[in-house]
């Protein structure tokens, strides 16, 4: 892990987002055209390439206070100073403050990470696991594509619940609240609600479809 992260407090420049929420280990790429957001990933590029992905209620404006440091890992400038990046999702983060408005947000922030866990979650992770490969067979039996879940699939539980909560789609407010959790059991259980509720939700129209052919 870089040096950076053994600090308890630290600024990071912050990019909010509109219903985007980025978790340890993903991916997140970005097509930077806004002139304070060039100007800041100029600067993040001369520096550690971190900053701090932050989602954005669209509705009421409101930036979320947890987030996810994202780190530059390819970029390709474009024309007009525009630039195309990849991150990758590193470590959580709470804003205690914010240091700077302008030309960008920059906060003073405390990284958080989810509590040591009590019991073994191994048979948990086994378990949202199974459903997760529920749900895609599900998903693929009635849309009629070929739908697989990637090979390397985290086996650890926290990086599984992390993974999950990433892919979830069109749900950003229950993914933040997934990044919040402090708890990787909580997240697990919650995240196993979710897929019950999308397999069975699945299981239902495809049994439909397969009663209609």
């Known amino acids: 892990m870089a040096s950076s992260s053994s600090i308890a407090v630290r600024e990071l420049p912050l990019f909010p987002l509109p219903e985007?929420?980025?978790?340890?280990?993903?991916?997140?790429?970005?097509?930077?055209?806004?002139?304070?957001?060039?100007?800041?990933?100029?600067?993040?590029?001369?520096?550690?390439?971190r900053?701090?992905?932050?989602?954005?209620?669209?509705?009421?404006?409101?930036?979320?206070?947890?987030?996810?440091c994202a780190e530059i890992i390819r970029f390709?400038?474009?024309?007009?100073?525009?630039?195309?990046?990849?991150?990758?999702?590193?470590?959580?983060f709470r804003v205690l403050e914010y240091v700077r408005e302008k030309p960008y947000r920059v906060g003073l922030v405390e990284w958080i990470e989810d509590?040591?866990?009590?019991?073994?979650?191994?048979?948990?992770?086994?378990?949202?696991?199974?459903?997760?490969?529920?749900v895609v067979h599900l998903s693929a039996k009635l849309t009629d594509q070929k739908i697989e879940l990637p090979d390397d699939l985290p086996s650890l539980p926290r990086e599984l619940s992390?993974?999950?909560?990433?892919?979830?789609?069109?749900v950003a407010f229950e993914q933040q609240a997934l990044l919040e959790m402090q708890d990787t059991l909580a997240r697990l259980k919650r995240e196993a609600e979710i897929l019950t509720s999308t397999r069975s939700h699945l299981a239902a129209r495809t049994a439909l479809k397969d009663a209609l052919n």
């Not at 390709?76 to 959580?92: A, C, E, S």
């Not at 509590?115 to 529920?134: W, Y």
């Open 51 to 68: 900053f701090g992905v932050l989602m954005v209620d669209p509705v009421r404006g409101e930036i979320a206070n947890v987030g996810c």
């Open 76 to 92: 390709q400038r474009l024309p007009d100073d525009r630039m195309k990046i990849l991150t990758v999702g590193q470590q959580r």
């Open 115 to 134: 509590e040591s866990p009590t019991e073994d979650l191994r048979p948990l992770a086994k378990e949202v696991e199974n459903l997760l490969r529920d």
């Open 20 to 49: 985007v929420v980025l978790f340890p280990g993903r991916p997140l790429p970005l097509h930077i055209f806004e002139f304070r957001y060039r100007i800041m990933m100029n600067t993040i590029l001369d520096d550690d390439r």
């Open 162 to 170: 992390y993974w999950i909560a990433g892919n979830l789609y069109n």
